[in-house]
């Protein structure tokens, strides 16, 4: 009896123990959350403040990007079965369609933190959207060199002046412009001005280039992958279509952040401000020289 009672009170102290940890990891997870919740997300408005938070989240995009992309590729171009119409030829649509995809997608959120940098006079919402260019006009001009690289087997031509081709066309002149507009004005403020009207008015080209192959006869194939119908590809082909748009995107939102920082960094300084850590880093330098 005495063995069975000693039993039941270790098992009851265990018990006990165990609540109280228990207890412990909810209050803590609590505490957590409350410390989350009471962090001044506004003070990321800042470019000096938003520097440090970017350069801790680009190697967070970033490895995962390089991951996926080799992932992807191997996936799309040793794993997916042959088509029966294109033979490999079509294994290019892995790099196209992503390209494509980001292309658009980037030049919205361009022309949405463009807008925001106009009408609320917000300095890094302008920042991004000139970051946003620069990767936008790269997938956009991918799309096309990959596109032609795709009609040329298919097609028998390198390029053809549909409604699909030509309106991707002119969303790279949009980004150029958007760039060269930029560039051409000294002043930031009515450069970031004069981009903004450029790119809210470009983005009617947006569903232009969606809708094309609907609205006109074109050379080019409709949307393979619909949101309301089942996909048509093979399961191996959609897994290394997707597993490829999520390397483009974490790639887009580490590569816009690593230059953004940039940007940061070169219109802080034009204007007599200093970013506190790159204050740190030229001051620790100096003192290395010295």
């Known amino acids: 009896m005495a063995i069975l009672e000693c039993i039941i009170e270790v098992k009851a102290r265990v018990q006990l123990t165990t609540d109280k ?8 997870d609590h505490d957590e959350w409350v410390k989350v919740m ?3 997300w506004y003070k990321y408005a800042s470019p000096s403040n938003f520097y440090r938070l970017a350069g801790k989240l680009v190697p967070m995009f970033g490895i995962p990007a390089a991951i996926l992309f080799v992932v992807g590729l191997y996936v799309g171009f040793f794993v997916a079965p042959i088509d029966f119409q294109q033979g490999d030829a079509y294994r290019i649509i892995f790099i196209h369609v992503p390209a494509a995809w980001m292309g658009m997608l980037l030049y919205v959120l361009m022309a949405a933190y463009a807008g925001i940098g106009w009408a609320f006079n917000a300095r890094l919402a302008s920042m991004m959207a000139t970051s946003l260019s620069i990767t936008g006009a790269m997938f956009t001009f991918l799309s096309l060199a990959t596109g032609s690289l795709w009609g040329k087997p298919t097609w028998g031509t390198w ?12 969303l790279l002149f949009l980004y150029i412009g958007f760039i060269s507009l930029q560039a051409a004005i000294d002043d930031r403020r009515r450069a970031d001005r004069a981009g903004a009207v450029l790119a809210i008015v ?6 232009i280039i969606y809708f094309s192959v609907q609205w006109w006869n074109t050379l080019h194939q409709g949307a393979t992958i619909r949101l309301l119908n089942k996909p048509t590809m093979a399961p191996p082909m959609l897994a290394a279509m ?11 939102v580490a590569v816009v952040l690593a230059r953004l920082r940039c940007i ?10 200093v970013v506190p850590a790159t204050a740190a880093a030229t001051e620790f330098s100096g003192m290395e020289s010295v």
């Open 242 to 252: 997707f597993i490829m748009l999520a390397a483009c995107w974490l790639y887009s």
């Open 159 to 170: 390029w053809v002046w549909d409604a699909r081709m030509t309106s991707t066309l002119i």
């Open 21 to 28: 940890r228990a207890t412990i990891d909810e209050v803590t």
């Open 38 to 40: 009471k962090i001044n």
């Open 264 to 273: 940061i960094i070169e219109r802080e300084q034009e204007a007599g401000r």
């Open 202 to 207: 470009g983005v009617i080209n947006i569903p």
